[in-house]
């Protein structure tokens, strides 16, 4: 019971009631309660602690969770235009070497030091005596 509140004696509190015609609506009383802070003052308020307490952590979680969410949101579109930012220079870098790395411009780099394009074609089987052998196993012995 609220102690500071001024205690009514039972005639202003009839008078009050014939005066409002009759008794006031849960609304209205649920207002009332609101405005004066009696609602605080119950037994019934201090039961239901628990349960705002486990509403509030249980509110508090949820911001948490839409948070991280919404960063790792964020981390994965970065690192997706990321990988597309890299996958773009590898396919530029791989037709620069394609085509930097043929026969032709080989040949051109390479003149000025003196290794010639070979004229003959490259495959087919050959076949070594053993007087062509000769030199090179002489050498390993």
């Known amino acids: 019971m609220n102690r500071l509140k001024k205690k009514e004696t039972p005639l202003e509190q009839q008078a009050e009631t014939q005066s409002m015609g009759a008794k ?52 994965t579109a970065a690192i997706k235009k990321e990988i597309n930012n890299l996958k773009s220079e590898y396919m530029s870098l791989e037709s620069q070497l394609s085509t930097s790395s043929t026969a032709s411009k080989m040949a051109i780099k390479l003149q000025n030091s003196g290794i010639a394009e070979s004229k003959e074609p490259i495959g087919g089987t050959v076949f070594y005596t053993q007087n062509d052998l000769k030199p090179f196993l002489d050498n390993a012995q």
């Open 24 to 75: 006031p609506s849960l609304v209205l009383r649920a207002i009332k309660s609101l405005m004066d802070g009696s609602f605080l003052s119950g037994n019934r308020t201090l039961k239901r602690v628990p349960f705002f307490l486990f509403a509030f952590m249980l509110t508090v979680l949820y911001v948490a969770n839409t948070h991280n969410a919404e960063k790792r949101i964020r981390q």
